[in-house]
C-alpha cells in the first residue's frame, strides 16, 4: 500500500528516494514500513529506532509539524549524529512529514532530494494532504482488522453455540468407548455448562469424612475451589440429602449459610447427583446455577440422563480398570491435548494480561508431575513476581519470590529473557539463582520467555518437586506451545484494550453530545441562576465518574460555595468550607479567577486549598471560570473520588457546558430584567388605570356631589333671608341649620378626598406588621366612633405580614367600621374576622351580618363617592373604599366584596407574601 503512496510523491517532486516509517504497536519505536528510491549503495538514513530518540521523523512526531530541509547540510547541522548513528549519507535536501489519525501519531512520510529544493506552497499542501491520505487509510486498514476480528469473535461464539449440542452427541458416543471415569466426567460438566449458561460444575470422591473435588469448572471463584478442595463434610445438607436418598436431589433459591457452603453465593440453584458402583456412592456430582433460582423439569430430566450415563461409564471402567492402567499413557496425552485446546479457547476469550498468565499457568500443571508455576517481569534491578500458581512448600522460598529477585543473580530467568529462547534443567542447579538452602526439595524446571509483539514481557517458570525428570520433546513442545499462545493472547488483549480505549472515548463524546443537549434544552426553560448551575453539575457528574460538584462565589475576601451536587462531604471538610475559604490560600479558585482560564489536576495535589489535616476526598479536579457577560461570576470545579485523566474529549465537553451555561445566565438576567421592567410598567399602568378612575368620580362628584350641599347653601340661605324680611326668626335660624349641615358635609367630603389623594401618594414604609394589632386598635376606634352600639366579634388568630403600619391601619379601621355601620337596626351586629394562607398572598377577611348589597353593583364599592345606599340611610362620603382600594394596590395586594341584599356582605384584601 505504501509504495503506492511513494510512488506518486517522488514522480511529482522530483525526488531521489523516499521512506515511510510507522509508529509500533506499543507506541515506542518506529518501524520501516516502505522505501523506495535509488540510495547508491549507501544505507539509508531512515531506519527502524525507538521513538523517543531526537531524529527528524521522532522529532516531526514530537512537534506535531512538518519539516523541510532545502539546503545541502541543513539535515545534518540540524541533526549532526544523523549520519553517525545510522551509516547512512544525507540527501541534498529532504521533507519529513508526520501522519496523525484522531491525534494519535501513526508515522512519518519521507522525501530525498539530489538537488537544493525549495518548497513551494503548493508543494507543501501537496505533501500534506498525502500525509494526511496516508494517515486515513492506514486507519482505514486499522479499522478493518478490527472488524475482522469481530467477525471471527462472533463466529467463534456461533461455534460454541454449535459445539454444546454437539458435545450430548460426544458424550454419548464416549460413553460407548471410554473407560477413564474422570475423562468422561468432565465430559459431563462440558455438556452441563453447554446446556446451562452461568453453571458450575464439580466432581467430588470421598477422603475419609470429606469430599473432595477432583475436578470443577474453570468459572469457580478461587476462594470457592480452595473451599472444595479442602473437602465438604458428608454433614453438608446438599450432600447428605443425596447420600440419603441415593438419587438426583436438586435445591432451589439457594442459600450459602443454609447449605454451609462457603463462597457460593453467586449461585441460585444447586444439585447433587450421587454416582452408584454395586449399589455404593463411590463419588458425586455437584452443580450450580448462577442464572436461575429454580430447576425445570426437563433441565432435572437432562441431569438424570447424564448421571445415569456416568454410573454405566462407572461400572464399565471398574471392570477394565486394568485396561485403563495399561492405556494411562495414551490418556495422558489426549488430556494435554483437550487441555491445550481449552487454553486456546480461553486465552481467546479473556483480556487481562494477568488473568491469562494464571490460565496459562493452571494448563501447563495439569499436564506434569506435582509442581508450581511463577510468572516474573523485570522491573529496575529485581525480577518482580506477577503470577503464581502452585504452593512453594517453602516459607522462605516464597518470601524470597514475593520480594523479588535480583537481576543478574536469577540466571534462571536471565538466561532466557536474554537469550529469548527456553530454558531446561532436568535437574535443578542449587546455586543458579543463589537461593541455597531453600531449593533443596526442587527437581527439575523450565524458564521460557514470553514475546510480546516481539519483545521478551517477562519468563514463564516451571518448577517440578522431587529429583531428576527429563523433559523429553513431547513436554517440551507442549511447554512452548502454551507460551507461545500465551504470548499471542497477551498481544491480543493489549490490542483489544487499545481499542476498548478508543470505544471509550468515542462514547463519551456520544455521552457529551447527547448529555449537551438535554442540558440545553433545561436551560432554556429555568430562570433561577442557582437552579441553572445545579442542573449544569448535574449533567457534568452524570457523565464522570463517582465524584461531586461545587459552583464559588467570592464575597468580602472570602470563597463560599453556593450550589453543589454530588455525595456528602467529611463534617469537618464541610463546616470549614461553610466557613468560606480565604482568598490568597486558595491556589486552585484564585488561579482560575485571576486568569480566567480552566484548570485541571489529574492527582489534586494534597493540602492545595484546604489544610492537609481535613479529610480529601478529591484525587481529580476540574475548575472552570463561570462567566456572565464579560464578567466573571464564580468557578465551578468538578471533582472525582478516583484519579481520573482529563481526555481531551472531557475538556471540550466541560467548555460546551459552560458556554451554555453562560449563555443561560445571560438570558436568565436578561429575563428578569425584562420582568422587573414590565412588572414596573404593570404597576404604572394599574396606578393611572385607578388615578383615571378616581379622575372621573372627582369629575363627577365635582359636577354633583360637591355641587348638592351648594345648592343647598345657597336655596336656604335665600329662603333665611326671606324669614328674617318677614321677621320670622325662627324658620330663619331652621334654614341656617340646614346650611351648616351642609357646609360640614361639603367640608367631610373635601377631608375623604384629601385621604384619598394621601393614599396614593404617601411614601410606603413596610416593615413585617402583626395583624391582630391592626384589628384590636381598630375594635378601639370603631367604639369611640359608635359608643352607643354593642358588637359581637369573632377574630381568628391572625399573623404578621409586611406593608406599611400606617395605611394598612386604615384599610382595616375603614372595613371594621363599614361592618359595623351598615347593620340591621334590629339586629345585634355579628362581625367575623379571618385570614387565609396561600402559596403567594396572604388574605384578609372581614364578614357582617348587616344590610348586604346588590351584588349586580359589587364593582361600583371601590370607587370613589360610589354608594348603594342613601344619606338618610346611613352617612358616608362614598370615599373610604376608595381609599382602601388605592392602599392594597400600591402594597401590590386586590380588594374584593361579596354580599346580597339583607344577608350581610364580606369584604377582603390580599397581600403578596
Known sequence: MFRVVLAPALDALGALAGAILLVNSAGDRLDLAAAQGNTQGQPSLWQEGVLDDILPASDALRRHQSLFFEHPGDLVQAYPDLEARTGGVAAVATAVLPMFLDEQPLGALILDFKEPHQFTPKEIRFLRTLAAQSATALGRTQLLADLQRQVKERTQHLQANVHASDAFIAFTEAIGTETDFLQLARQAMTLLRGRFPGISTAYYTPDGDL????????????????????????????????????????????????????????????????????????????????????????????????????????????????????????????????????????????????????????????????????????????????????????EGLQAAADRGLPYHEAKNLLIPYESRQPYYQDQYAKDTDNLDGLVAHLGASATLPVLVNGQVRGVFAVVLFGKVRYWSRPDQAVLESVVYSLGLAVERAITAAQLQTRTDEAERRVQALEAFAVLTAGLNVEQDPFSLILQAQEVVLGLLPSGRAGYWELEAGLWFQRVSAG??????????????????????????????????????????????????????????????????????????YTPYVWQAADRAMLTSVIQSLK??????????????????????????SVANQELEAFGYSASHDLRTPVRHVKGFVTMALRALEQNDITKAVRHLGIVAEAADRMNAMIDALLALSQAGRAELNVRPVALSMLVHQAQQDVRLEFPQQLVEWQVEDLPTVVADPVLLQEVVTNLISNAVKYHHKEQLPRIRIWTEQGEQETALFVQDNGVGFDPHYADKLFGAFQRLHTQQEFIGTGIGLATVRRIVTRHGGRVWAEGRLGEGATFGFSLPR
Not at 606 to 624: F, H, I, K, R, Y
Not at 667 to 681: F, P
Open 211 to 394: 469430599w473432595k473435588a477432583q475436578l470443577w469448572s474453570e468459572d469457580m471463584a478461587p476462594s470457592l475451589v480452595q473451599g472444595i478442595t479442602a473437602g465438604l463434610p458428608g454433614s453438608t445438607p446438599l450432600i447428605r440429602q443425596a447420600l440419603e436418598t441415593r438419587t438426583l436431589v436438586c435445591i432451589g433459591a439457594w442459600n450459602s449459610a443454609q447449605q454451609e457452603i462457603a463462597h457460593s453465593e453467586s449461585y441460585g440453584a444447586g444439585a447433587a447427583y450421587p454416582l452408584l458402583i454395586d449399589g455404593d456412592i463411590q463419588s458425586l456430582l455437584l452443580i450450580g446455577l448462577k442464572d436461575a433460582q429454580k430447576w425445570t423439569e426437563p433441565d432435572q430430566a437432562l441431569v438424570r440422563a447424564v448421571g445415569r450415563s456416568l454410573n454405566l461409564a462407572l461400572e464399565r471402567a471398574a471392570q477394565v480398570e486394568r485396561q485403563a492402567r495399561q492405556s494411562a499413557e495414551l490418556d495422558a496425552r489426549n488430556r494435554a491435548l483437550e487441555n491445550f485446546a481449552e487454553l486456546t479457547r480461553d486465552l481467546s476469550l479473556e483480556t487481562d494480561p494477568y488473568i491469562l498468565i494464571q490460565l496459562a499457568q493452571t494448563v501447563a500443571l495439569t499436564l506434569l508431575p506435582e509442581g508450581y508455576a511463577l510468572y516474573f517481569e523485570p522491573q529496575g534491578d529485581r525480577w518482580v513476581l506477577r503470577g503464581q500458581t502452585g504452593d512453594l512448600r517453602s
Open 567 to 640: 455525595g456528602p462531604l467529611p463534617s469537618a471538610l464541610q463546616a470549614f468550607i461553610d466557613a468560606g475559604l480565604p482568598v490568597g490560600r486558595t491556589t486552585s479558585l484564585d488561579h482560575a479567577w485571576r486568569t480566567g482560564e480552566p484548570i485541571y489536576y489529574d492527582r489534586y495535589p494534597t493540602g492545595q486549598d484546604v489544610a492537609p489535616a481535613l479529610e480529601q476526598p478529591a484525587q481529580s479536579t476540574a475548575l472552570l471560570p463561570v462567566w456572565e457577560g464579560d464578567q466573571i461570576r464564580g468557578v465551578m470545579d468538578f471533582t472525582t
Open 663 to 688: 449563555l443561560a445566565l445571560e438570558r436568565a438576567r436578561g429575563i428578569q430584567v425584562l420582568a422587573e421592567r414590565t412588572a414596573q410598567l404593570e404597576q404604572s399602568h394599574n396606578d393611572l
